[in-house]
């Protein structure tokens, strides 16, 4: 790659000289007749004189075409469009401004040649005339030949001279200056008669530098040229191979071998007086080469060098490190410099992460206010966008000269949703009018938080080292690992040269105090509890808070489950439950809320603390129902969308109590490690949740699992208040069929009714009358415990004796399902199992069962403090009935002793009277005296019974209730009266209920009259 650099007469002012522009029909033709730009080997100084174009053949002869080399002599040639002969040429158009921006990658070094003041250049004696300049020799870095048109001259007037490198003024990246000696005969003319007749004068031309940092940061330069002197042609030849011992070369040629093409281009931009804008560009016929190493050029060395510095080592606190890279150049002209840093990537070690605390009062910094590709030097970007600062050291400039900030970058519009996030380094020198702005991406692994910091923009310039101070306070980005030991990071570094990256890596010592003390082993877990219930009051509506809190050090909270306690319980039907699709996705709807969340993220002493919302969901993880946590990370610049948690509620298919189970996000959908410190869910929807009817000394019991393995068992007590003010009137009723058989045994049919609002029953006792004993071969069929236990629905047929249903409040559908015969160790007679199922949801109920002198007796001892509207048991005939039948149902009275208690302890004790169902009237006595037969008659309900039949007056009776035996008198009629003695008479008893639904009946009896 040739060096093109930029130069022109800048300021010549020869006020005795007449001003000549050319004709204005020339104007149109105002442009360059030709440009070239060149890096030529030592013997060709004379390359491109002329401005004449190489051939290939010459080019590559010429040439000094070694990557990274230091040319000897860099040429920029040119000429404008000219009228006349030889000698005579006026230009066509006068030149006022010239830019030359030189091909990408070459590099010009002023720090590497002494520097000469502009007064050391030669003190102004007249305008536009100078003295010789009395710079020393030490700072001469090229020749600048050039030719001006001068009327008074009589034509063409060549200038010569050397070109200085000179002391930058500010804004000015480097700074030359070219004292042209005027001719001997022009001056002797032009100030004959003075002092200055016989006195060397010289012009001067300063040639500005600077760095395109809006697009490709490759060297241009500006001159201002003064129109006294209309230009004609210039020719500027740098020594690009000298130096100053240790400081490096002038010129550097590119590192990057790239063919012809942009690489290869120089462009020569002229501006007329007339604001005429010309632009001509050139295209060398070879670009560098060498970065392979291969003879005969030299290799190209790249030897980066990495290093972090950790701003603070203790474990799981914030940390603010120093990131240093630098890139050693070959400080002696004759040696090939280093390749220039195309691309680098840094992956930090696991655990050294994104601090979510660092969001507190954070901002972003737009693309506009980064100025990435802007000519406005430096950045608008807020303070507050800040990540650390930033030192860039370059070759070409004095150590310091370039410092500023790496920011946060975000959108033009609106927050930052997702990775990767976008980094702006930014160094600046307001003296030296460089503006280094750089972008990056940053990319957390997905499930582990780890970070990859990419640089693949890296301007093609060179520099010695550049420094990275992060934040190193409790607001830092960075946060250690939890755990302690080495903490690498990997740098992987990519030439220009397209050789082989180098990948140094530096490492620091995470450590339990920042002070390189030991850390605990295992890492410890000591999560703590804390729970807020709005009321105690038994069977209160209620809201319930639980809190789980960590200390920095700790194991991070992993996965919780909590028991609550029994009774404690929410109306599912009152919800509108969160689908699976938006429950994914963390959209639930309003209508599904029932409560709030909040957790408190980040290391360090200023966490960030985020709110949102809790809902309720259906099915989730083998659980009947679930919640679903959304909490939205919304906090400086970011909106990562909601942060996701989904627990699983378990029922307890015994004790009917509430179990959430699930595991806490580690990483939120950004990327970005939650290091929770705290975490609290509140159940707060109106009239959802309902606190125990008992007032036992109950605790909210959790299982805290940490992110390395840790354990913890929290317990929280909790004890409800008041229940002696609940209310406690259950209804018990029972049935059976008036009809038994040895084959189908009897049946029995009992319903428990409960008014919302009154204690809860906790247990029931029965016991059944002597006409309905136990079936003895069905108690041999009773289902194995294991089998049970395993899956109630696989027991025997033989052990299904019925079933049962139940309403409650707290699920939409009716409780339902089979009772089974339930042999169980150690009991002496089988157990009585209700299994209840609806909604996904499974209590099971254990009666237990005694058996006395045939009499059984069952006790359901402990049901869930749940609300049951009512509960029906249905033990019914069949080939498995339960129960056998001595004697007519239907004309015994059954008694069962029945005894209720609540939660509260409240205790309903009564004698149940066991309605036998299907049985009609029956007659249970008879007799008679003289002409009337008294009839003992039983009802099963209230009706009219009626007496009849022949020689019998008929008789009526009415009943307002179901009668175990009631008198029925029917008398002989009169033609009855006269019949002679003895005879018998069959007399039926009629039957109609006041209930249509029972169905009349009739019985008959046969009495004698004698």
């Known amino acids: 790659m040739r060096v093109h650099v930029r130069f022109s007469l800048l300021a010549l002012l020869v006020g005795a000289i007449v001003f000549v522009s050319a004709p204005a029909a020339a104007q149109a033709a105002f442009g360059v007749k030709g440009f070239v730009a060149l890096n030529c080997e030592e013997g060709f100084e004379t390359c491109g004189e002329g401005a004449e174009a190489p051939s290939k053949k010459e080019a590559e002869e010429e040439g000094y075409t070694q990557a990274a080399g230091h040319p000897p002599f860099g040429v920029t040639d040119f000429k404008v469009n000219t009228e006349g002969g030889a000698g005579e040429e006026i230009p066509v158009g006068t030149v006022q401004h010239i830019r030359t921006d030189v091909a990408l990658g ?21 305008p536009g005339f100078f003295i010789a300049p009395t710079c020393s020799s030490n700072s001469i870095i090229g020749r600048n030949k050039v030719l001006v048109y001068v009327e008074a001259a009589g034509g063409d007037v060549p200038l010569e001279g050397s070109v200085y490198n000179l002391v930058q003024q500010e804004g000015n990246s480097s700074e030359f200056g070219a004292a042209l000696k005027f001719p001997e005969a022009l001056t002797k003319v032009l100030f004959k008669g003075t002092p200055l007749e016989n006195v060397p004068l010289y012009a001067h031309t300063i040639i500005e530098g600077h760095v395109e940092w809006a697009s490709d940061y490759h060297d241009y330069f500006e001159i201002k040229v003064s129109p006294a002197l209309p230009l004609i042609s210039s020719r500027l030849v740098f020594f690009g191979n000298i130096g100053e011992a240790g400081k490096g070369s002038f010129l550097a040629n590119p590192s990057s071998c790239t063919g012809i093409g942009p690489q290869t281009t120089s462009t020569l931009t002229l501006e007329s007086t007339t604001k005429l804008i010309q632009a001509s560009n050139y295209e060398a016929p070879i670009g560098t080469e060498g970065c392979n190493g291969l003879p005969p050029f030299e290799p190209v060395p790249f030897a980066p060098k990495f290093a972090i510095a950790a701003g603070n080592t203790q474990q799981d606190q914030p940390n603010g490190p120093t990131a240093e890279l630098s890139l050693p150049h070959n400080v002696e002209p004759e040696e ?88 702006y380094v930014d160094a600046e020198s307001k003296r030296y009018g460089i503006s280094v702005r750089v972008e990056g991406s940053v990319e957390p692994n997905p499930a582990t938080g780890q970070l990859v910091a990419t640089f693949v923009k890296n301007p093609e310039q060179p520099f010695t080292k550049l420094t990275i101070n992060f934040r190193n306070d409790a607001l830092g980005s960075l946060a250690n690992s939890l755990t302690c030991g080495t903490a690498t990071v990997k740098a992987v570094l990519t030439p220009f040269t397209g050789t082989a990256a180098k990948e140094p890596a530096s490492s620091f010592t995470v450590d339990g105090n920042g002070s390189g003390g030991a850390c605990a082993s295992p890492v410890p877990f000591a999560p703590a509890q804390g729970v807020a219930p709005l009321t105690g009051n038994a069977g209160a509506a209620t809201a319930f808070t639980v809190n789980l809190e960590r200390k920095d050090g700790e194991q991070y909270l992993s996965h919780v489950s909590t028991t609550l306690p029994s009774g404690l319980v929410g109306a599912i039907p009152k919800v509108a439950q969160c689908s699976e699709a938006l429950a994914n996705v963390g959209k639930c709807e309003p209508a599904s809320a029932i409560g709030t969340a909040n957790v408190t993220a980040g290391s ?50 015994t004790t009917g109590q509430v179990t959430t189970a699930g595991y806490l996000p580690s990483i939120v959908y950004g990327g970005v490690p939650t290091r929770l410190k705290q975490a609290s869910v509140t159940i707060n929807r109106p009239g959802f949740l309902t606190n125990p009817t008992n007032c036992q000394a109950e605790a909210i019991e959790s299982t805290v699992t940490g992110s390395l393995g840790g354990s913890a068992k929290l317990s929280t007590p909790f004890q409800a208040a008041n229940c002696n003010s ?53 108690l041999q069929k009773a289902c194995p415990q294991a089998t049970f236990q395993a899956n109630p629905l696989t027991c025997p047929v033989g052990s299904l004796v019925g079933g049962a249903r139940a309403n409650t409040p707290t699920l939409p559908g009716k409780l339902s399902g089979p009772a089974y015969l339930v042999s169980h160790a150690g009991a002496a007679f089988p157990d009585l199992d209700l299994v209840l199922q609806a909604n996904g949801v499974r209590v099971i109920l254990v009666g237990n069962t005694d058996i006395k002198n045939g009499i059984t007796t069952t006790k359901f001892a402990s049901t869930p403090d749940v609300p049951v509207s009512s509960i029906t048991v249905n033990l019914p005939l069949g080939e498995h009935s339960a129960l056998a039948g001595f004697g007519n149902l239907c004309t015994q009275p059954l008694i069962m002793p029945t005894t209720m208690v609540a939660q509260n302890g409240a205790t309903v004790k009564q ?86 639904r029972r169905g009349n009946s009739a019985a008959t009896v046969t009495v004698t009259f004698g």
């Open 604 to 653: 360090g002493s200023k966490p960030l603390f985020l709110n949102g919302t809790t809902y309720l969901t259906g099915p989730y993880n083998g659980a009947p129902y679930g919640m679903e946590i959304e909490v939205p990370v919304v906090a400086g610049p970011f909106n990562l969308g909601p942060a996701v948690t989904r627990l699983g509620i378990y029922i307890d298919q």
């Open 336 to 423: 090939v410099d280093s390749s220039q840093l195309k691309t680098a990537t840094f992956t930090l070690p696991e655990g050294l992460t994104l601090n979510p605390s660092a969001a507190n009062g954070l901002k972003a910094c737009t693309p506009a206010q980064a100025r990435i590709h802007s000519h406005t030097p430096g950045v608008e970007c807020p303070a507050e966008s800040s990540l650390g600062n930033v030192k860039l050291e370059v070759p070409g400039l004095p150590a310091g000269s370039l410092t500023g900030n790496v920011y946060l970058g975000g959108p033009e519009t609106g927050p930052i949703t997702a990775p990767p996030y976008t980094v």
């Open 106 to 126: 070459v590099s010009t070094n002023p720090e590497a040649v002494p520097k000469c003041s502009l007064a050391e250049l030669g003190t102004e004696v007249h």
């Open 726 to 778: 609940l209310k406690f009137k259950p209804s018990f009723k029972a049935t059976t069929s008036g009809k038994t058989s040895k084959k189908y045994g009897a049946s029995i049919e009992t319903t428990i009714n409960q008014p919302a609002g009154q204690a809860n029953i906790k247990s029931v006792t029965v016991q059944l009358p002597k006409q309905l004993p136990s079936r003895l071969t069905t």
């Open 911 to 996: 004698n149940t009277r066991i309605n036998p169902v299907g049985c009609g009237v029956q007659i249970v006595g008879h007799k008679v005296i003289g002409n009337t037969a008294y009839i003992t008659v039983a009802a099963p309900a209230a009706g009219r019974i009626s007496g009849s039949g022949p020689s019998l007056a008929t008789v009526y009776r009415h009943l307002g209730s179901a009668t175990q035996a009631t008198t029925l008198k029917v008398p002989l009629s009169r033609g009855g009266q006269r019949r002679g003695r003895p005879f018998r008479v069959r007399l039926r008893v009629g039957y109609v209920p006041t209930q249509r």
